[in-house]
């Protein structure tokens, strides 16, 4: 089995800045794409970036110039540097993988974000 394990959200003010990390376990074969969307309270989770085994990258366009996403191919990890935050920001953050010749997805638990002062 995959797991997906995050870490590094709480609760910060606006303009501030976080980094979320996710560690990818267990039967791996061939990671492709990694990513984070979030899910705001009353919304529907939506794409924050992505970014494929070749590095190359794609951001929401809420998110673009604030946040920046990287990957670590070798630990199987990728990382979500967010900065100038936003209210708005505040959601669950989730991980996500596409692994294997089908692109299975994968999901990690969620970490919450809270911006607000």
């Known amino acids: 089995q995959v797991q997906l394990v995050e870490s590094g959200g709480g609760l910060v003010q606006p303009g501030g800045s976080l980094r979320l990390s996710c560690a990818a376990s267990g039967f791996i074969s061939g990671i492709n794409a990694m990513g984070w969307y979030r899910q705001a309270p009353g919304k529907q989770r939506e794409l924050v970036a992505t970014?494929?085994?070749?590095?190359?990258?794609n951001y929401a366009d809420s998110v673009k110039g604030r946040f920046t996403i990287s990957r670590d191919n070798a630990k199987n990890t990728v990382s979500l540097q967010m900065n100038a935050l936003k209210p708005e920001d505040t959601a669950v953050y989730y991980c996500?993988?596409?692994?294997?010749?089908?692109?299975?997805?994968?999901w990690g638990q969620g970490t919450q974000v809270t911006v607000s002062s």
């Open positions: 996500n993988a596409k692994i294997g010749r089908f692109n299975n997805m994968y």
């Open positions: 970014v494929t085994y070749g590095g190359s990258t």
